[in-house]
């Protein structure tokens, strides 16, 4: 059986590189919030924070047996790379996107679009808490699924 859902994701590094954390929500396909994630990266740069939002609920929507997505982040950097318009350089960001694209290719389709920051503002409420738990501290918050 398919089923379809929606990742808002987004990152935050405190002085680039710093204190850093990754937050995603994950959506039904009604626009329902199924969970949302926050996580604690260490130190890291705020594009390796929008990567692990991204990873984390790719993560999340496959553990939940989701098997098509749709994702917005507000990181044309991330957007771009994961589809591959641009290339992507740095060792570290490398490691990341790979991971993102082995997690991609598990769904039977995937897509992602790039979204203004206005419209990214519960993944990055959740981005900017995560600054603040532990390396590889990760809350999922679950999400209240309406039945109307």
Known sequence: MDKHCIIEFDG???????????????????????????EGLGT???????????NRGLEAAREKGYTH???????????????GEWQ????????????TNELKNQFKSFDITHVPREYNSEADSHAN???YLQDGQVQEIPGKKSYY
């Open 44 to 54: 890291a740069t705020s594009n390796q924070a929008e990567y692990r939002g991204l």
């Open 69 to 83: 997505v749709k994702a917005y982040g507000d990181s044309e950097l991330v957007v771009k790379q994961t589809r």
């Open 88 to 99: 992507v350089r740095h060792p570290r960001m490398a490691e990341q996107w790979k991971q």
């Open 12 to 38: 935050a590094s405190k002085g680039n590189p710093g204190r850093a954390g990754s937050g995603a929500v994950l959506r039904d396909s009604d626009g329902s919030v199924i969970a949302s994630y926050r």
């Open 129 to 131: 808490s995560g600054t």
